[in-house]
């Protein structure tokens, strides 16, 4: 962001609370929290508001199903929804239901001046109700007869109504969003309302349910035969919950809203009933409305009637908040669609946390352990060439820079790939700078010094620039690397020398544990014939004949990528090393005899390859939980080693 805006109020839709939270709302109130954090670390006043839609046809259903009161059912149904957002780690700074007298009070007192002012009106009606959507539609909006927005069957009403003059607003409405380019994104969500707007006449809206059809909603104030209709209802909470007609100074202190985060499912909702409500209320426009695309399952929407919708505590239970807040927001496009699927989500962790940003921390807080006593090192620009640490820091102070507009411009996984990119790159800069050969020579402690503290202050940024996404783990980590004020100030990210020398580090143990995913058993329905065929014994292969082995037994055997944490010689065995390594957030043994070949000192920070589900065994009484590779002719050995950047845990095929 080139400049600071002087304040950020961001919204989520309010969530109904006819069922218990999907992804879907997740993912939207994930990104409202992203946003909202990112804006107060760089000290911008911030507002961020969810809630829950407790009125209409589709809560009212529910309860009846269930054998409570609509409240009850709302009372019930509530507290899943802020018992997740506590588990998924979300700051908000109200949480408004439509069943409270605050709000209602205000969609009261809106309703009654609308109606005073001839902005509403009674007339009979006649048309398809669709009671998923809550909304009527005429005989040419729909499908084969059908819901155009659901596809589900619609039901023929004739009643009277109260009705808001929508229509009126049509040309007005046209020309400010073609004249505010920024209020609908992305623009081709614009372009889509503005081909409804021109191609169709807009209808007024009916407001009113009668209290014979629907009797769970906000009365008219005007005539108590009739309740609100839910979205007129619902669209007022972010004004209501703000101070409008209750606390001017509050109101004029956070609206207009920055930023309504809303799913491309409630768009016509969003840009066309919204924009003409607040136009007949006198009420300023909301600066930016987004709409995010959908979650599927291979090409599939996620629906509960499908029964594919992901269940975010599960998720949450399998592999844990940061990591389930990080893939939703690295993997979607904001505006596009998105597959999930768990084998995404574990190759997505691996790749990038286990193996990139796991890695590299442990690299770092290993070598400043070994080297450095435990202790954040000093930085020194003097007598040595610093040339690769300079290029390493302005790539990360880029990174840091092209961050905010990103995030500006509602670009998170581009900001995040960003961010990523540059993790990536600490790592080369180690294998390139290799601090452990540096340690070997004497005379060369102000060089790894300065070494160490320029990837340390790098993944101090990193971290910082991470907390937003992942705040559980990131302030784990900047309190690793010594941080008494662990919680980041975004404004004074790029300030090198943040780092304090002589600030003691700690090992915050393995942040991203590699995930190895069980392959699910084969569920196949075959004939019997081909069952008993399948049954019977095959004649084993005799390898001893050719010297040959099969393609099964070469992909039995599992080779992964590992760093070399800690070396130390065996005890009265002259050929044997015992090797500490970082298999993809898992730390394991190893008993190597290469004792004869390298010393100790001379293994750590190498990634080596490992036959990773060998037995374990124990040689000389030291238990080895793997083997590594090597080449050797006559009397010379040389380590199987990776460079690059290429973490621990990768597979090697």
């Known amino acids: 962001?080139?400049?600071k805006p002087s304040k950020y109020y961001v919204t989520t839709p309010i969530y109904y609370v006819n069922d218990k939270p999907h992804i879907g709302h997740s993912y939207t109130t994930i990104l409202a929290d992203v946003l909202a954090s990112y804006h107060r670390l760089l000290g911008i006043p911030t507002h961020f508001l969810t809630g829950t839609d407790e009125h209409g046809q589709k809560v009212q259903q529910a309860a009846d199903a269930n054998g409570i009161t609509p409240q009850e059912q709302c009372d019930q149904t509530v507290v899943r929804f802020q018992e997740l957002w506590k588990r998924l780690e979300i700051q908000n700074d109200d949480f408004i239901r439509t069943t409270e007298e605050r709000h209602k009070t205000v969609v009261q007192q809106t309703l009654q001046e609308l109606f005073?002012?001839?902005e509403i009106y009674k007339a009979e009606y006649e048309g398809w109700y669709c009671v998923g959507c809550e909304r009527f539609f005429t005989e040419k909006d729909l499908?084969?007869?059908?819901?155009?927005?659901?596809?589900r069957p619609v039901d023929k009403i004739i009643e009277s109504n109260y009705f808001f003059r929508m229509s009126k607003y049509q040309d007005w409405l046209i020309k400010y969003i073609e004249d505010n380019p920024g209020f609908i994104q992305p623009s081709f969500r614009a372009n889509e309302t503005l081909g409804f707007l021109k191609n169709k006449e807009l209808q007024d809206l009916c407001i009113s349910r009668p209290k014979s059809r629907l009797a769970w909603g906000i009365e008219l104030p005007f005539d108590t035969e009739f309740v609100t209709y839910v979205w007129f209802d619902a669209l007022i909470n972010y004004i209501s919950a703000v101070g409008y007609k209750s606390d001017e100074e509050q109101f004029k202190k956070w609206w207009p809203c920055s930023t309504h985060l809303i799913g491309k499912d409630i768009l016509t909702t969003h840009t066309v009933y919204w924009p003409t409500m607040l136009k007949a209320m006198?009420?300023?426009?909301?600066e930016s409305i987004f709409a995010h695309g959908w979650w599927l399952t291979g090409r599939t929407k996620m629906s509960k009637s499908l029964g594919n919708v992901v269940n975010p505590m599960d998720m949450i239970d399998s592999y844990g908040v940061d990591a389930f807040r990080y893939f939703l927001v690295a993997e979607m496009t904001l505006g596009q669609d998105a597959s999930f699927t768990e084998e995404a989500f574990v190759k997505r962790y691996n790749a990038d946390l286990a193996n990139d940003l796991g890695n590299v921390t442990n690299r770092v807080l290993?070598?400043?352990?070994?080297?450095c006593d435990n202790k954040i090192p000093a930085a020194s620009a003097g007598g040595f060439d610093t040339a690769l640490e300079d290029a390493l820091w302005k790539e990360t102070v880029l990174a840091a820079d092209e961050m905010g507009p990103m995030v500006g411009n509602m670009k998170l996984d581009a900001s995040i790939a960003l961010v990523m990119t540059a993790v990536r790159k600490i790592n080369v800069f180690l294998q390139e700078r290799a601090p452990w050969?540096?340690?070997?020579q004497e005379g060369t402690e102000a060089e790894v010094a300065h070494c160490l503290y320029t990837a340390a202050e790098c993944l101090r940024v990193c971290a910082a620039l991470l907390y937003p996404v992942m705040p559980e783990k990131m302030l784990a980590l900047r309190n690793a690397l010594g941080m008494a004020d662990a919680k980041p100030q975004l404004d004074k990210l790029t300030e090198f020398g943040v780092l304090v020398p002589g600030s003691l580090i700690s090992q915050p143990g393995a942040l991203f544990p590699r995930i190895e995913l069980e392959e699910e058993e084969k569920k196949t329905t075959e004939n019997p014939k081909k069952q008993k065929q399948k049954q019977q014994p095959k004649k084993k292969e005799d390898p001893s004949k050719d010297g040959l082995i099969t393609f099964d037994q070469v992909m039995a055997v599992n080779l992964k990528t590992a760093v070399v944490l800690e070396a130390e010689k065996i005890e009265g065995a002259d050929k044997l090393l015992k090797l500490q390594i970082d298999l993809g957030g898992e730390r394991r043994q190893l008993v190597a005899g290469i004792a004869l070949h390298y010393q100790p000192a001379e293994l750590v920070g190498k990634t080596i390859v490992v036959v990773a589900n060998l037995k374990p065994a124990k040689l000389r009484g030291v238990k080895?939980?793997?083997?590594?590779?090597?080449a050797s002719v006559g009397d010379k050995l040389k380590l199987v080693t990776v460079e690059g950047e290429i973490g621990p845990g990768a597979a090697v095929k």
């Open 1 to 3: 962001m080139s400049e």
């Open 116 to 118: 005073e002012r001839d």
């Open 143 to 151: 499908v084969d007869g059908n819901c155009p927005e659901c596809g």
């Open 282 to 286: 006198n009420v300023a426009m909301p």
């Open 366 to 371: 290993n070598m400043i352990s070994r080297y």
């Open 437 to 440: 050969s540096l340690a070997k």
């Open 624 to 630: 080895s939980e793997g083997m590594l590779l090597a």
